[in-house]
């Protein structure tokens, strides 16, 4: 088929053809495509997939590195040494921004190529129906004549024309901009002149399924979708930055103020002292060079992309960089219950029969091998009659998937579907062989807002309907027990962990059985007068590792809170289970939280006393969320579903899940849990905490050594000494000595006592009291003690070259020194394991190592005006350097306590 071929066929107007013409023309079948056919077809249409964005090339990222106000001043600095002919001077500069920019531009680039992987990793999947069999592919596999099977919360992937729809809504609003769902149909047919909006009988990729079912025929993929006509203009590129990193260049133009503010000041003083003109210009430059933290972008890009590395091995996802930072600053986690919390592994344990009593299920998760027992004992031939018929109808009403292969079983589906198909199967029936005898005529799905769903099967020459969901729900549809006993049964099973589906059949009169003739609407109506078959007990086991996770929580000083659709008697025993509350005071339904949303100081009176919501609707999540967020909490939700996806907007972290999470939830999330895991959850809080506590790390070192380099220069002004050290030489310290020590912080190791500190307050700046203080302290030590050593020296007669030389060795050795101090705010070195940042240590020995050899090479040492030096005068520099340990290891060890103590309150 030639190119032409192919888009004419991808550009027929499908809305104006029937079903039966449009798989006519698709070269298709009801039964779907034969796997040879479908590979064959995606040789010739190609994957279903849309242009990406360019991805940030190293040239780009390269160019990138000069948007920063800091660069401008830098070269301005550059051009000024070359103005006075300090070309030597001017040349390092030059070539020094050059590695910084080579560094940063590479760490994008990096950064860009682990985001790509991410997209790559995060496969979305959908159900298919080739050679009459579903199974799951990968939706860039789909080709044109494919008959697919979407659902609530899925994102339509393809350009399709519906066979079936069953309360189909649709959100189309990403391709149109029309913010109305739309109702979809199968079987009307439209004009070929029809607006996008009007054709309801097709569903465009890009759209969501808010609710409903539909079985679909593929008609365009990739570029020949609607969507992928302007696939274009999806693919321009955008650039976000996370909160830490504007926070930085808000910062960097303080500094950038700072520095011009300084050099006034500094200048006005050389001018008054008398000073040649182009001296002044001489210690404005390397003022300048001094103030700015050159590398500090380039450390925090490392920083973040280290954790996200580390949050990858915990199976934690991470979408944004924001959301590393983010997530360490958690104080209240909302989890879903489900897969979460538990297994997701749901078994049917006990079966209760009205007059008949409770019966045992034998076997665990999907395995069938367990058998039904009576006390212990065998059931009868009229017990297996009964519970064969509540089985009948826990089959029929039923969208799973469940059947045994040469390698034992397949499944796929909601969990309760597939425990009821298990059931089935250890009572020797089959949904097939079911399907058989009673065909589906209609089904009514399962919503969450429902909470129950139904299929109505012809039965002989009649029709039945087979019903499941919450008890309350479906004993308001039955009239043949005692309601009263049913309920308390019901309430008996649920306060033991079990998670009740109750079941009921009855045959329906005047019910067309021509398909197309029922709607939803008319069908519910019809659903009283029926026979309850009994409830089924179905446990989730709870996560052993979820219980020692939310321990965690709690010494972190982290609220957490189950939000589910469960009863809340059953969500009260897996809450005790799990830790998180003992008593019934501490759940609240969502009915009873309904009376308090239009009080606010009650509902925060709520919010703060409950742990568990029951019985919750998806758009209380949202009311919870925002809730949670004026009471000043800085909020993670988790969810899998579509109708979680408001709350996982509106959260300050959106986690979703990786295994059973909906498009619609992992699109709206931040993080994505590959495991479903909650101690996951923790694992990344943890690597979250460490991340911004290493950022805090890199910044303070840099600006402690920087405000050194201020206090130096100040004095030497103030006492009109020669300047202290020249652009270069500081350029070398900020950018080879300290660049390679801050990376290296990047590196470090966080203990598990992050997890016994209280969250940081979402607001508190990063140059917080702690750090001031210690900046000062540190910084003030090491400028004082290098002004007195170059007065010294200068007093006994040494050069000016000879004294700035030793100088500049005790800034290097300083500044190798404190980035040991640097590796941790509070704990004294003495008490950390020297060793756990191996990249540290090597990056210190290589750092001085580095400047040795620069002594011994002409053009560094031409370039740094350098000179060799002797042992005994590197003693003396080693020696005094100890210094700035010995006073922030004073600190730490008689202000730190009271200072954290006072912070605390």
């Keep these: 088929m030639t190119g032409n071929e192919t888009r004419k066929k991808h550009l027929k107007l499908w809305h104006a053809l029937t079903i039966e013409e449009s798989i006519k023309a698709l070269d298709s079948q009801f039964k779907g495509l034969l796997q040879k056919e479908a590979e064959a077809r995606l040789q010739v249409y190609g994957p279903n997939v849309l242009p990406k964005s360019k991805r940030l090339g190293l040239f780009r990222a390269y160019l990138r590195q000069f948007k920063s106000p800091l660069m401008y001043m830098l070269l301005i600095a550059a051009g000024i040494s070359f103005g006075i002919q300090q070309f030597s001077d001017g040349l390092f500069i030059v070539c020094v921004l050059q590695l910084n920019s080579i560094i940063g531009a590479v760490q994008e680039w990096k950064s860009d190529l682990q985001a790509e992987e991410l997209d790559e990793a995060l496969l979305s999947f959908v159900t298919v129906f080739r050679e009459g069999i579903k199974k799951r592919i990968i939706a860039s596999e789909l080709v044109p004549g494919d008959i697919v099977f979407l659902e609530s919360g899925d994102y339509v992937p393809v350009d399709a024309r519906l066979l ?120 404005a430059v390397a003022l300048a060079v001094s103030i700015i933290p050159e590398g500090l972008p380039v450390a925090l890009t490392v920083a973040l992309s280290v954790a996200r590395h580390r949050m990858g091995k915990h199976n934690v996802i991470v979408r944004t960089l924001s959301a590393i930072e983010g997530l360490g600053a958690t104080t209240f986690i909302a989890s879903d219950k489900t897969g979460t919390l538990t297994c ?149 099973l649920a306060k033991k962990g079990y998670r009740v589906i109750a079941l009921a059949t009855g045959h329906i009169k005047d019910v067309d059985i021509e398909k197309s003739h029922l709607s939803i609407e008319g069908t519910i109506e019809k659903l009283q007068d029926l026979e309850c078959l009994g409830f089924v007990g179905i446990i989730d086991p709870v996560r052993e590792d979820s219980i020692d996770a939310i321990e965690s929580c709690k010494k972190a000083g982290i609220q957490v809170a189950m939000i589910t659709g469960d009863h809340p008697a059953t969500a009260l025993t897996i809450a005790r289970k799990l830790g998180m509350a003992t008593t019934a005071e501490e759940v609240i339904t969502g009915k009873d939280l309904t009376k308090f949303e239009a009080d606010p100081l009650e509902m925060a009176r709520l919010l703060r006393e409950k742990k568990v919501f029951s019985r919750v609707l998806p758009m209380q999540k949202l009311i919870i969320v925002d809730a949670l967020k004026k009471l000043g909490h800085f909020v993670t939700v988790t969810g899998d579903g579509v109708n979680d996806a408001p709350a996982l907007h509106e959260a300050n972290i959106g986690i979703s899940m990786g295994k059973e999470g909906t498009d619609v939830a992992r699109k709206a999330s931040d993080i994505i849990l590959i495991d479903d895991k909650f101690s996951s ?30 206090i130096l220069f100040f004095a030497t002004s103030l006492f009109n000494l020669p300047i202290p050290l020249f652009a270069a030489q500081l350029l070398w310290l900020n950018l080879v000595t300290n660049g390679i020590q801050d990376i290296a912080l990047a590196f470090e190791k966080s203990d598990k006592s992050l997890l016994n500190k209280q969250p940081r307050a979402p607001q508190e700046p990063i140059f917080n009291r702690l750090m001031i203080e210690q900046t000062v302290t540190s910084g003030g030590f090491m400028g004082c003690i290098a002004f007195f050593l170059f007065w010294i020296v200068l007093k006994l007669g040494w050069s000016e070259s000879d004294a700035r030389n030793i100088l500049f060795l005790l800034m290097v050795v300083f500044e190798n020194l404190h980035a040991l101090n640097s590796r941790s705010e509070e704990k004294r070195l003495l008490s950390l394991n020297f060793f756990s940042n191996p990249f540290l240590i090597v990056s210190i020995i290589i750092a001085h190592g580095v400047h040795i050899i620069a002594m011994y090479t002409p053009v560094l040492r031409d370039v740094l005006k350098l000179q060799p030096i002797s042992l005994m005068d590197w003693l003396m520099t080693l020696i005094i350097g100890v210094g700035v340990i010995v006073v922030a290891e004073s600190y730490k060890y008689f202000r730190v306590p009271s200072l954290t103590d006072t912070l605390k309150k």
């Design 344 to 492: 997701n592994k749901l078994t049917v344990k006990l079966i209760y029969i009205p007059e008949h009593g409770l019966f045992e299920i034998g076997g665990e998760g999907y395995k069938v091998n367990g058998c039904a027992q009576k006390e212990g004992g065998p059931v009868s031939e009229e017990s297996l009659g009964i519970l064969q018929k509540l089985a009948i109808t826990g089959a029929l009403c039923n969208e799973g998937v469940f059947k045994e292969t040469s390698s034992g079983y397949s499944y796929f589906g909601d969990t309760v579907d597939v425990s009821l198909l298990v059931l089935a199967s250890k009572l020797g029936l089959n949904k097939e062989t079911l399907h058989s005898y009673f065909p589906e005529i209609f089904l009514v799905p399962y919503e969450p807002s429902r909470k129950f769903s139904a299929s109505y099967n012809k039965d002989g020459g009649g029709v039945s309907v087979h019903v499941k969901g919450a008890a309350e729900i479906i004993l308001s549809m039955c009239e043949n027990a005692n309601k009263k006993d049913l309920r308390e049964q019901s309430e008996v």
């Design 681 to 710: 959850i923790v694992s990344g809080i943890f690597e979250g905490r460490a991340a911004y506590d290493n950022t805090r790390k890199v910044i303070f070192l840099l600006l402690s050594t920087g405000f050194a380099e201020i």
């Design 164 to 283: 079936e729809a069953c309360e189909l809504l649709v959100d189309e609003s990403t391709l149109t901009g029309e913010s109305v769902p739309i109702r979809k149909s199968s079987h009307e047919i439209f004009p070929k002149d029809a607006f996008l909006t009007e054709r309801k009988n097709m569903l465009f990729a890009g759209s969501v399924m808010l609710s409903g079912r539909a079985k679909a025929l593929v008609a365009g993929t990739g570029l020949y979708t609607e969507i992928g006509a302007i696939a274009s203009a999806l693919a321009r590129e955008s650039e976000t930055e996370t909160p830490l990193l504007i926070k930085m260049r808000q910062f960097t133009k303080r500094i950038g103020f700072f520095t011009l503010l300084a050099i006034t000041v500094i200048g006005a003083i050389q001018i008054l002292q008398g000073n040649d003109i182009k001296d002044v210009f001489l210690i």
